[in-house]
């Protein structure tokens, strides 16, 4: 049996028709029996009943139906162009970012060699001590393992190159470009200073100045601040090779590469290739 309170709380959901048919019958059945919830009742229906059956306040103008759709049609409009100028923003922003990736490359090998020709001289100026000092390539190279995220294996030089030249391994040390550790490797040819800068750093790729190939390997020959650079890839390592000696450039390139196997990469250096667009 439903009683009062439960009656009331069912008045409105059932005014509106929202009860199902359980709780419609109960209800019902207590309206008939109980009348201060059917006076409740009708004062609901009545109020619902009025609002129900009223009309506008004020008639509707011929026109209004006009502007309202001129007024939605002109915001469809504006969003529209909205849409298409964020489509040619976003068109740009991707034609500058693709600009930005060929091009990246380029500008980092060329900040690699302008860091080489630096850091060359600053070592020449003695404002750039070593790590570590010695002629003997094997204890350069352990150092350089101990120390160095890649392996660089320092070669074997002939014997009759160095005589003639004066040439010789001096030390290294470590440096950081853009983040990426770089191996500094100090020589001397004809009592002037060479420097050797290797890193793994797979983003600096060598582009700057004269082409030349020799075998598999391309190297570029440049000059800044007056002096000689060499730039090149070889086994996933970029290396740039800086010296105010005026050699040859097989002869400069005897630094990395002294092994009789290694020489063969080089052997060929003077052929030149046209420069790539």
């Known amino acids: 049996m439903m009683i009062c309170r439960e009656a009331r709380a069912r008045i409105h959901p059932y005014v509106d028709g929202e009860l199902g048919t359980e709780d419609q019958l109960a209800l019902e059945g207590h309206l008939l ?4 919830c059917r006076a409740e009742y009708d004062s ?11 009309k506008p306040l004020y008639p509707e103008p011929p026109s209004l139906r006009l502007k309202v759709r001129t007024i939605l049609e002109l ?4 969003h529209s162009r909205r849409t298409r100028l964020r489509a040619a923003l976003m068109s740009a922003a991707f034609a500058a970012t693709l600009v930005v990736a060929l091009f990246l490359p380029t500008l980092r090998g060329q900040r690699f ?5 630096g850091t060359h001289l600053r070592y020449a100026q003695g404002l750039m001590p070593l790590g570590v000092v010695s002629e003997e390539p094997e204890a350069v190279s352990r150092w350089l393992h101990s120390h160095l995220p890649f392996h660089l294996a320092l070669p074997d030089y002939p014997a009759e190159f160095g005589k003639r030249k004066s040439y010789s391994l001096v030390g290294a040390r470590l440096l950081k470009f853009e983040g990426n550790e770089v191996a500094y490797l100090a020589y001397t040819m004809e009592k ?6 290797v890193t793994q750093n797979a983003s600096v790729i060598p582009s700057r100045g004269e082409i030349y190939q020799s075998g598999k390997l391309t190297f570029h020959l440049s000059s800044e601040r007056g002096l000689k650079l060499i730039s090149w890839r070889d086994r996933g ?5 800086v010296s105010d000696v005026q050699v040859n450039g097989a002869q400069s390139c005897i630094v990395c590469h002294g092994s009789a196997a290694e020489r063969e990469k080089f052997q060929n250096l003077f052929r030149q290739i046209p420069p790539q667009d």
């Open 33 to 36: 029996a109980c009348r201060t």
């Open 44 to 54: 609901v229906r009545q109020v619902v009943d009025t609002l129900r059956g009223s």
């Open 237 to 241: 390592l970029s290396y740039a090779l």
């Open 113 to 117: 060699t302008s860091f080489a020709a």
């Open 75 to 78: 915001d469809r409009s504006k």
């Open 192 to 197: 002037r200073p060479i420097s050797l800068l």
